[in-house]
């Protein structure tokens, strides 16, 4: 065209103009590509330079089939002679376009219990009833990993309408033991995600004086480690009293765990035992009778280990089984007495005819035959505790009654009888027999 014929644009041709130049737009937002990030998609625009950069007005939808994202966990624990409050918080976003399941689980110690669950959903807050632990029994777990007797999982799925939130609210409760020379407050952090604010913050008071206190590295899995606190946390400690704080940023949970199950946050602490007869609490009508004297001197042990050996006990089971029996005999002293049986299909004894003290060539002896020690065969409980009854009683009968014993045996299984006996209360009932007889 000339110059002479152009002609301005009218308002409807402007109109149609602008319209063809968006649907440009959006083909090139199109071409641009697109990246996941948390459940949405974010739109790129090409530069000339062949570079990417952000769109400044680009509406942004999430995936349809994206599961609720969790934007925080913060658990807040308190502390006060031993006994321990801790209250869960976490906060789950459903932003898809349809409902979806959220689940929320928690691990704690089994000896902990819970006193309240609470969760909210949008506006409807849903109160819980604290029950018995028989009757609801089926809303938890146990822990295979570390046994039934160490961690039960809490596990609550609610069904989140679309574009809403719930708030779950956890509190349980937990007398802390002493183990070791040292009391042990351990925590779960195992969300499942990444989530962008994530909390552990511990207050803890003693008024009988803190006298040791560390924060252990991140444990999964149940292996003990040595080494720095986990990253980020912070220890404030005066005489009485002791603040923690656990608060890593998105990048370093991913440095821990990709997978978001960070693992147990663990404080270790104990306190100042120099007053003779301990220390009373008393709240609510009830006290409480704290009584951990030290310096006491050693009394003369009788130990007999009944080991199972039986096939289920095959791979890590059988290692950590070992290594335990290690740590102990190491423990033992020149005043003991000891001996070891060892069960599978069939029962086997170290040494016939009683149990022999604690010396250099027993202990090397020991070791070897705990070395040794191969898994195979079914489980035969019943004969393996009447055996090692018989031989422990054997052992007193034989001793100088005047003289202060303690006696014990020390049983380790990772699963039920499948041999001879199979009812735990007539392998009980069959246990005392063989004592009193």
Request: aromatic letters at 8%.
């Amino acid at each position: 065209c000339c110059p002479q014929s152009q002609t301005a644009a009218t308002p409807t041709q402007r109109n149609m103009f602008a319209l063809l130049l968006l649907g440009t737009c959006c083909l090139t937002l199109g071409a641009g590509g697109a990246q996941a990030d948390t459940g949405y998609n974010t739109i790129y625009l090409p530069r000339p330079d062949g570079q990417q950069r952000p769109a400044r007005q680009a509406i942004i939808l999430p995936r349809p089939d994206s599961k609720p994202h969790m934007t925080d966990f913060i658990v807040k624990s308190t502390v006060f002679s031993r006994y321990a409050f801790t209250a869960v918080s976490c906060t789950m976003v459903n932003r898809a376009l349809r409902a979806k399941d959220a689940i929320f689980k928690m691990q704690f110690p089994a000896s902990a219990f819970i006193s309240n669950f609470t969760m909210i959903i949008g506006n409807k807050v849903h109160q819980s009833e604290v029950s018995g632990k028989a009757k609801i029994s089926k809303g938890k777990e146990y822990s295979g990993k570390n046994g039934e007797s160490e961690v039960e999982i809490f596990t609550v799925t609610a069904n989140l309408p679309a574009r809403t939130k719930v708030l779950f609210l956890l509190t349980y409760e937990e007398l802390l033991e002493r183990r070791l020379g040292k009391y042990t407050h351990v925590i779960s952090v195992r969300p499942n995600q990444i989530v962008p604010k994530l909390l552990v913050e511990i207050h803890l008071t003693e008024n009988s004086g803190i006298t040791f206190l560390e924060v252990a590295p991140l444990r999964n899995n149940y292996h003990s480690a040595t080494g720095p606190p986990p990253p980020s946390t912070k220890i404030n400690r005066a005489k009485t009293s002791a603040h923690v704080k656990f608060r890593p940023t998105v990048r370093q949970q991913v440095g821990i765990a990709e997978n978001g199950v960070l693992g147990d946050f663990i404080l270790r602490y104990d306190v100042n035992r120099e007053l003779g007869a301990g220390e009373i609490q008393v709240q609510n009508g009830y006290f409480v009778h704290y009584f951990a004297p030290k310096d006491l001197p050693a009394v003369p042990k009788n130990v007999v280990f009944v080991i199972d050996t039986s096939a289920s006990m095959l791979g890590h089971k059988i290692k950590q089984t070992k290594d335990a029996l290690f740590t102990i005999l190491n423990d033992l002293r020149p005043i003991d007495h000891f001996n070891i049986i060892n069960f599978s299909g069939r029962v086997k004894v170290w040494k016939h005819g009683g149990l022999v003290p604690v010396t250099r060539d027993t202990l090397r002896d020991a070791r070897k035959y705990i070395f040794l020690m191969s898994p195979s065969g079914g489980t035969n409980i019943n004969d393996a505790m009447e055996t090692g009854s018989e031989l422990l009683k054997g052992y007193i009968d034989r001793q100088d009654k005047t003289l202060r014993r303690v006696s014990l045996i020390i049983f380790v299984t990772d699963g039920r009888p499948t041999i001879s006996v199979v009812q735990p209360r007539q392998i009980l009932s069959n246990t005392r027999k063989a004592i009193e007889q």
